[in-house]
């Protein structure tokens, strides 16, 4: 199992771009699908990007396909999501997820089928 922490949200104005990082500690980075989720209040979390472990497949959700990117280091054992043209809506805090035993071409979009969490970030677009 892998810990992970993410890193760089904060509060911008709409219209601007943030990179968040999540670092993951422990073995097997490299073979985990992981994912992006956000949360805001008074909603469910909600899946936002995947990437497989072998980085050749992505999935993203409908609001930020075109917007958001999902990448991966597995040399640093990092995944990143790089956020442009960042809109009021996007404000929630921001999970990383991991998970093992996958298909390595697999990308993994539903909260159910993740067994490693972070701590979250949070993310406020002004407008």
């Known amino acids: 199992q892998v810990q992970l922490v993410e890193s760089g949200g904060g509060l911008v104005q709409a219209g601007d771009s943030l990179r968040l990082s999540c670092a993951a500690s422990?073995?097997?980075?490299?073979?985990?699908?992981m994912g992006w989720f956000r949360q805001a209040p008074g909603k469910e979390r909600e899946f936002v990007a995947g990437?497989?472990?072998?980085?050749?497949?992505?999935s993203y959700a409908d609001s930020v396909k075109g917007r958001f990117t999902i990448s991966r280091d597995n040399a640093k054992n990092t995944v990143y999501l790089q956020m442009n043209s960042l809109k009021p809506e996007d404000t929630a805090v921001y999970y990383c997820?991991?998970?093992?035993?996958?298909?390595?071409?697999?990308?993994?979009?539903?909260?159910?089928?993740?067994?490693?969490w972070g701590q979250g970030t949070q993310v406020t677009v002004s407008s």
């Open positions: 422990g073995r097997g980075f490299s073979t985990y699908a």
């Open positions: 997820a991991a998970e093992a035993s996958v298909p390595s071409w697999r990308v993994l979009v539903k909260a159910a089928e993740f067994g490693s």
């Open positions: 990437i497989s472990w072998n980085a050749r497949s992505t």
